[in-house]
């Protein structure tokens, strides 16, 4: 494909096929993706569609063949025929021959239009057979008029120049396509698989779920799994965005298309192909032009109606100008594909760029409405927080230390499955282990009693303490209060009868969010809240750490009742979660935006998907955002700038049909120049 317009016309196309109920083409990827009805149509059928609008269709593993003689042939002669075209009129205007532009006889000059033309008039007619005009009708138009006239030369001229458009435009196209090629380029394609007691190499879409694989130093992992042997350090970089390798051994994941560097992995495969995480990844980035924004439908909205126009004016610099040479040169300035480009090209390079930085975005619509967002909406819970408490202080009484304090509760929570208990017996360490006659009770959402022979302890709430029969210290029973007034969540301790101290643990803001937050204000978010499901004071705590907004004790229903109240305001709403618990709330966002989650649930549930658990790549995807949408508002008025002027110089006779060729490359290559700007500019915020 061209342009965007071929999309367009293949999707139109497919969606008058008889039995086909939706159609989404990619420019991006080169891809078709239609749900139909198999009783009605086939493969086949949509195949032989598209065929017939002058399009190849090829399977998917096969890479674009090369350029065969006879193309090589007709393009020499074409650019032949065109550079000696264009170095007559020169010689014309210099003064150095009056006939130099006929040096070029008439039937190479034609010989020339036919060779270089040829597969686009196909292109053109077969588009006309299925009832869908493109703009390359316009310039096919304008050679025959240009041959009409009896100026074949220009007509040559014309073609060469249509030509050159065309490899603009797919070089355009290619350039934001790189970071998919990048992408692809990292997926593994053959795995080392345990079978029959022996270690066979087979495709890697061919791992079965359960298989065993092996993992050399030095290789990538072919899918999503568990480790089941050996040891090694992982770089997952390509997925996640982690900076740092990190050490995988038995019973930890592992994700397809990261890079084993030291050490040998045996991994038993859970997602294979398409379902691993990275596969997910990729299909998301070529599907994201898909996704169009209102921009993007208001150029296609445009490029329906542009045709007709363009042919209008055309006929009436013939009719009332009385100049076949101004309307041919109408028909060829107007061919440029800018306006239909001026959206996908900017749209790809921002995509492109951001998943390279591990971040997903999907389509010109997610961009869009993050350049509009003027509400930002936080879950607390695993987003603001890392969703796992950890501890804050130890408070011993009289007579005791806090490292003995510490060590008591966490020989007793060892025996807890409870996050608290997880979270004390990291903080101490390697805690001591209790004797054999140990007998071990454990009161959900109270705590644990650990008896032994050398005494009892008990580590939990108040009311657990109550029911041991063990008395808790006014000065700690006020320091308790103070510290869940804090948004804190405090444990007894208790040895032998007697309360001991007390741990305070909180689920913590994470350490880059306040710079995070204030990156965002500083892009001129107006109103910044807390959405929770948790209690009023942990949600305080947490809200005042961060000087924002807050409403808590909120079901999922709550939140979407929220963001569907301010839209109704006319605000634009981004939503911040871990998608998985907050997808109804993502969804229900104008944007919503899944920070450090790299599972299914996280890519499908956003519009944006932030896969490194960094906030500071928040603000910059929002920064991103405004500057592609920025880029796009450029393009596109600079497009139609471009051709009104154009149009207007041609229909006047100002601007010839040989210069008509050459200025409609222009527009093309500026719209190119100013969307890679999105590929490069500034690096995430540091925290």
Known sequence: ????????????????????????????????????DPAVTSAGVLARTVEALGYTVRALPDRHAPPRLPEIASGVLVVGVALAVLAGLAAERLGWADVASRWVPWPVAVAAVLAGGLPIFRKVALALRARTVTPHALMTLGIAGALAIGEAGAAAVIVFFMRLADALDAYTAGRARAAIRELVALRPMDARVERDGAEVVV???????GEVVLVKPGERIPVDGTVIGGRAAVDQAPVTGESVPVEREPGQPVLAATLALDGMLRVRAEHVGPDSTFGRIIRLVEEAEIRKSRAQRFADRVTAYYIPIVAAAAAAAWLLGGSPQAAVAVLVVSCSCGIALATPVAVLAAVGRAAREGVLI??????EALARADVLLLDKTGTLTAGQPRLTGVHPADGRTADQVLALAARAERFS??????AIVAAAGTPPIAGADAVVDVSPGRGVVLREARGQIAVGSRRLLDEVGVPVP????????????????????????????????????????????AALRRLGFRQISMLTGDNPRAAAAVAGALAVDYQAALLPEGKIDHVRRLQREGRTVAMVGDGINDAPALAAADVGIAVGAATGAALEAADVAVVPENWMLVPHVVRLGRRAFG??????????TYNVVGITLAASGLLPPVLAAAAQVVPDLLILLNSSRLLGGGAPDRA
Do not use: W
Not at 5 to 34: F, H, M, W, Y
Not at 203 to 209: I, L, M, W, Y
Not at 478 to 504: I, P, S, Y
């Open 1 to 36: 494909m061209d342009c965007a317009n071929c999309a367009l016309k293949i999707e139109r196309a497919l969606r008058r096929t008889a039995g086909v109920r939706d159609v989404q083409v990619s420019l991006a990827a080169e891809r078709a993706t239609v749900v139909f």
């Open 203 to 209: 495709p890697a879409d061919a791992v079965a779920r």
């Open 362 to 367: 999907k389509g010109g619509a997610a961009l």
């Open 417 to 422: 499955e409870h996050p608290l208990a997880a």
């Open 474 to 517: 006014e000065r700690l029973e006020a320091l308790g209060r103070t510290l869940e007034a804090e948004g804190h969540t405090v444990v007894l301790v208790a040895e032998d009868g007697a309360t001991v101290g007390l741990l305070a643990l909180a689920d913590a803001p994470r350490p880059e969010v306040p710079a995070a937050l």
């Open 631 to 640: 880029v796009i508002r450029q393009n596109l008025i600079g497009a139609v």
